[in-house]
């Protein structure tokens, strides 16, 4: 297991695959973008795959998430979810889904369904082409919104959707979010803007919070805690709308926090074991498995680093530094 000193265990693997993205999210990074990892630095599909079966097999991991950037730049990401589906034998096989941006889900979907993808998680702020535009520096709308159409259309269920709110951009749209999620089968997600920006930008006064959030929904939907759905681990309160069965979550990670109940490690695309978004210290897995490190030893490495992991992400700390790596050299 992945027990740390407070006694939370830690079974949902976060994957990063890449830190390139083909967006310039103005939350995320600036417009030029940022210096891409180089390839050699980047862990292999087998080195990937390994960590995984590691997690697995070893630390007792049983949800994989594929990150990025973008993991759908990734030229390998089908085999790797293959492969990945495969570590099950034996009726241990974990739950696997994926963050994307959605680019490209259109062409992909019905594979990555095949190779044994059980959902997907589309980031999509805006139902504005121009706002989305904007957001992103990109007018890539219509595109999201076809990879949505055929997440659903190959069984990828649940089709969760991602969206951060900011101020002056989309902050009126939560309610026709939710309305139009509602009507495709969507399940909506709004999450809080983090400090996680290459920019260093973030600003706690300016944060769209989660209360506001709730507040703009309940301007037209009666909202309700869903029944037996205590948080636990999970990031997301979720509601009932209009008495259900449609719901929406609200990930308050910087006012409403879930720390005391985490349960994920993280793994970036450069083989860094991280124990939480904005942990500031790594453990390098690449250079154990590039030095001929068997499978048990590169499982006590990841346990000790487990064993690291701080009580909270110490945001309301006013000491808290931003960590060096924004989110999409994080992995999401």
């Known amino acids: 297991m992945l027990i740390d000193t407070y006694g939370r265990v830690a079974t949902d693997l976060r994957v990063s695959l890449t830190d390139r993205c083909n967006l310039r999210c103005t939350y995320c990074m600036p417009e030029e973008g940022l210096r891409w990892l180089a390839k050699p630095e980047l862990l292999t599909d087998d080195e990937t795959v390994r960590l995984v079966g590691i997690a697995v097999t070893l630390l007792g991991v049983t949800e994989v998430r594929f990150t990025g950037g973008e993991p759908l730049l990734r030229p ?6 293959g492969r990945c589906a495969a570590l099950g034998a034996g009726g241990t096989r974990p739950r696997l889904s994926l963050t994307t941006n959605g680019i490209g889900l259109a062409r992909t979907a019905p594979a990555l369904k095949a190779a044994g993808l059980d959902r997907v998680n589309v980031s999509l702020d805006t139902l504005r082409p121009d706002v989305f535009a904007t957001l992103t520096r990109r007018r890539r ?10 997440a659903r259309a190959a069984g990828l269920d649940p089709v969760k959707v991602n969206t951060v709110l900011m101020p002056g951009l989309n902050d009126d749209e939560a309610p026709d979010l939710l309305a139009w999620a509602v009507d495709n089968g969507y399940e909506l997600r709004f999450i809080e803007q983090m400090p996680l920006d290459a920019q260093h930008g973030w600003r706690r006064e300016q944060m769209i919070t989660a209360g506001d959030i709730l507040t703009s929904l309940r301007t037209r939907f009666d909202l309700t805690p869903e029944p037996g759905a205590e948080r636990g681990s999970a990031p997301a309160e979720r509601w009932l709308v209009d008495g259900g069965p449609a719901r929406v979550g609200v990930i308050g990670s910087v006012t409403r926090p879930f720390c ?4 994920r490690t993280r ?7 991280r124990t939480c978004l904005f942990a500031t210290e790594e453990t390098d897995l690449r250079a154990a498995l590039r030095s001929g490190a068997g499978d048990e030893e590169i499982a006590g490495l990841w346990r000790r680093a487990m064993r690291g992991k701080k009580a ?13 790596r924004p989110m999409s050299a994080i992995g999401g």
């Open 260 to 263: 005391a109940a985490c349960d």
């Open 141 to 150: 709308h219509h595109d999201v919104l076809d990879g949505l159409a055929a």
């Open 76 to 81: 390998g990401l089908v085999d790797i979810v």
């Open 267 to 273: 793994l970036t695309a450069d083989g860094q074991v």
């Open 312 to 324: 909270g992400s110490g945001l309301d700390d006013p000491a808290f530094l931003q960590p060096r």
